[in-house]
C-alpha cells in the first residue's frame, strides 16, 4: 500500500457492481498522470473523490490476482488509516479523566487510611490530587549518586524513620 498524489486524467463508471455486507458497491476505473491505473469502489454509481484534472492523494494496492487491477481508495490523513496517528486532542475530555481518576484514588486513599466515609473530606482530598496532576510537570532534579564506599545522607524524621 502506497500513499501517492497525482492529477487525475480518468475516472469511468465501469456498469460493474458487488455486494457486501456494508451494501451496494459502483466500480470505477481510475486513472493518473503518473501511470498509476486501478478500480475505486463507490457506493453511488457517481463519484466525486477522484475528479479528472484535479489532484488526488490515494492509496494503491496491488490486487493479488495479476489478472485484476489494482485497487485505489482516498487518502485521507486526518481518517484512520492507521499508522499510529489520528488522536485528536480533546482537552475537556482529558480534564475529565483527570478528575474521575482524582476521585478513585481520594477514596482509596480514605480506605487505606481507614477513614469513616465523609463525602466532603473524599472530594477535598480529590480537589489535592487533581490539582497534583493538573499541574505543569517539573523539570527533574538531579541527585548525586553515592560513590561505593562513601555513605550516602540520609533524612531521618524526629521518630528516627527515613520518611
Do not use: C
Request: no cysteine; aromatic share 10%; hydrophobic share 30%.
Amino acid at each position: 500500500m502506497n500513499q501517492k498524489t497525482a492529477t487525475v486524467t480518468a475516472a469511468v463508471y465501469t456498469n460493474r457492481t458487488f455486494q457486501t455486507q456494508y451494501g451496494e458497491f459502483h466500480v470505477h476505473s481510475i486513472t493518473f498522470d503518473n501511470g498509476d491505473t486501478g478500480d475505486y469502489n463507490a457506493k453511488t454509481p457517481t463519484q466525486d473523490k477522484f475528479v479528472v484534472g484535479q489532484q488526488a492523494s490515494y492509496e494503491i494496492t496491488p490486487n493479488a490476482n495479476p489478472a485484476y487491477a489494482a485497487k485505489i481508495k482516498p487518502f485521507n490523513p486526518n481518517q484512520g488509516n492507521y499508522s499510529g496517528g489520528g488522536k485528536k486532542d480533546n482537552t475537556a475530555t482529558q480534564r475529565s479523566i483527570e478528575r474521575q481518576q482524582a476521585l478513585k484514588l481520594a477514596i482509596e486513599y480514605s480506605q487505606v487510611m481507614g477513614s469513616k466515609p465523609d463525602t466532603a473530606g473524599t472530594l477535598a482530598t480529590a480537589e489535592l490530587f487533581y490539582k497534583w496532576i493538573s499541574q505543569p510537570e517539573e523539570e527533574p532534579k538531579t541527585v548525586a549518586t553515592p560513590q561505593p564506599g562513601q555513605p550516602s545522607e540520609v533524612h531521618k524524621g524526629p521518630d528516627n524513620l527515613p520518611w
